[in-house]
């Protein structure tokens, strides 16, 4: 590192809204090495962002080409490889077209525009203890408090239920309500999975009151769940999904995709830098390699869950979480100190959502430093 000092640095210059102890310096597949030349097993991956791994060969070799040849160029213009991109993730997704942003918020705040320009209607209906982000828009759909409310009074309006209560969500859902945001899986709430039958009830009732039901799959999405969608799962077909994370391997992009009748016209939506050839390289070549690894991901899931078994873990492909409760933070430092990096969500959950290439033999070593973490913290 040439800058020794970052601490520093970071303490005079950069606003105070993270709590972090370690610089990240270098990565590689599911193995990061901080500043001082530690290593670590990386259970995080840029929370569910690295799905390829660090710097996989193929995406960094797309990057690296397509910055010789053009790093932006304005939408204004055909831009390279961006209706390739579109493409495949309307196939992917089996809606009928996309439109990219630079985040998992922006691609919120997409769908929360087109909600309202095509059904007319201003009301939204969300669940507690999901997580939208934290844009202004995608911020009054997103339930927690603690990050709501030092904002108010927000736009648009949105109405919360509990989240797995059809009946509450029944009645929250009217003709006056222009989409309904669900996660197919509350990842920051510590992987709350409810029934599939849940997403059945929300379709019919969308249907029925002709409001939109937009699936948020900024970080269920593009293979964690060992489908490209964690929404396939219940076979129910959204009309808008939202897209992030482990689009592009850690190129910043984020994507929404409508079924058929559902479009932005001239000038109703636009964006300076997404779905710039950088990113849209990024993207194709992590689709690429998703393709090739989704058949094991469910495997290589039941097999981190299974020997996390003792404290009851939830799990969907490569997204694990185990309720641990106030001790989390204790279980994710001593993990750290053991060479394997952890994240606690809220409500003392732990979560782990590590690169979709882990190896066999690293879910063996992470499995085996969480639970000696555990079993040290919980004695």
Known sequence: MSDN??????????MPAFSRDLMIARGKGSMVWDADGNEYLDCVAGIAVCST???????????C??????IHCSNLYYVPHQGECAQKLVEITGLSRAFLSNSGAEANEGAIKLARV??????????????????????????????????????????FTEYGDTDAMMKAVTDQTAGVFVEPIQGEAGVIIPPAEYFRAIRERCDETGALMIVDEVQTGMG???????????????DIVTLAKGIASGFPMGALVARED???????????????PLACAAALATMEVIEEILPEVSRKGDRFAGLLSDYNPRHSGLMIGLTVGEVCARVASACQQNGVLINCAADGNIRL?????????????????INGALGEVLL
């Open 53 to 63: 791994g660090h710097c996989h060969p193929r995406v960094t070799e797309a990057i």
């Open 5 to 14: 000092n970052y601490r520093e640095l970071d303490s005079r210059y950069y």
């Open 353 to 369: 959502v590590p690169p979709l290439v882990i190896r066999d033999d690293e879910i063996d070593r992470a499995a085996g430093v």
């Open 65 to 70: 080409r397509q910055a010789n040849d053009l």
């Open 262 to 276: 559902l479009a932005f016209k001239k000038s109703e939506h636009g964006s300076t830098f997404a779905g710039g």
């Open 224 to 238: 964690r769940t060992g489908t490209w969608l964690a929404i396939q799962k219940s076979r129910v077909k959204p």
């Open 118 to 159: 095509a059904t007319g209607r201003k009301a939204f209906v969300a669940f507690t203890h999901g997580f939208h982000g934290r844009t202004m828009g995608s911020l009054a759909v997103t339930h927690k408090p603690a990050i709501r409310e030092p904002f108010l009074p927000l736009e648009p309006s949105c109405t």
